[in-house]
């Protein structure tokens, strides 16, 4: 779906097809204050531990 269509022209646009096709989000979601990490990356969540 993702590679098949052209990028949202839009931060709402964007938003929009994640609610329809919600499998375009990277998961996991990690959100530590004013931090977020998308994706499994153990070296961001590490320096997110720090940050908080």
Do not use: C, H, W
């Not at 961001?44 to 908080?52: P, Q």
């Amino acid at each position: 779906m993702f590679k098949t269509r052209p990028l949202p022209r839009s931060k709402r646009e964007a938003i929009n097809l994640m609610l329809e096709q919600p499998n375009l989000i990277k998961r996991p979601i990690l959100v530590r204050g004013s931090t977020v990490v998308f994706g499994f990356d153990t070296d961001k969540y590490a320096s997110s531990e720090r940050m908080t």
